[in-house]
């Protein structure tokens, strides 16, 4: 499967961004969709994941409430609605894929990924 992450940017605190991650390849719809994250000088960081057909999510504590993660299953593409954006949500998004669900929230436990797209959050 063939990962593409977009919709990051620069937002003010308090703000909002929608991130998305199309999906393509043999199979695409069966795999669980992560989102991780990457702030300088940090280690990628677990954030939600969603089983294909959206009835399974599952959120790292530091977003949950401020972030939801969906599915437009006809696009194949996943979602990151990201609300009261704070500064400490500042870091490069990337989203992975895997076969098997519940998702792990260690990076090393994905093959694939897509490219990394930055958020920048002002304060």
């Known amino acids: 499967v063939q990962l593409q992450a977009s919709g990051g940017g620069l937002v003010q605190a308090g703000g909002s961004l929608r991130l998305a991650c199309a999906a393509s390849g043999r199979a695409a719809e069966k795999y669980a969709v992560t989102w991780f994250r990457q702030a300088p000088g940090k280690e990628r960081e677990f954030v939600a994941a969603i089983m294909w057909g959206g009835q399974l999510t599952s959120y790292g504590d530091n977003v949950k409430g401020r972030f939801t993660i969906s599915i437009d299953n006809a696009k194949i593409t996943v979602h990151l609605q990201m609300n009261s954006l704070q500064f400490g949500d500042t870091a490069v998004y990337y989203c992975?894929?895997?076969?098997?669900?519940?998702?792990?929230?260690?990076?090393?436990?994905?093959?694939?990924w897509g490219q990394g797209t930055q958020v920048t959050v002002s304060s």
């Open positions: 992975a894929a895997r076969e098997i669900w519940p998702p792990s929230r260690s990076p090393d436990a994905y093959a694939h």
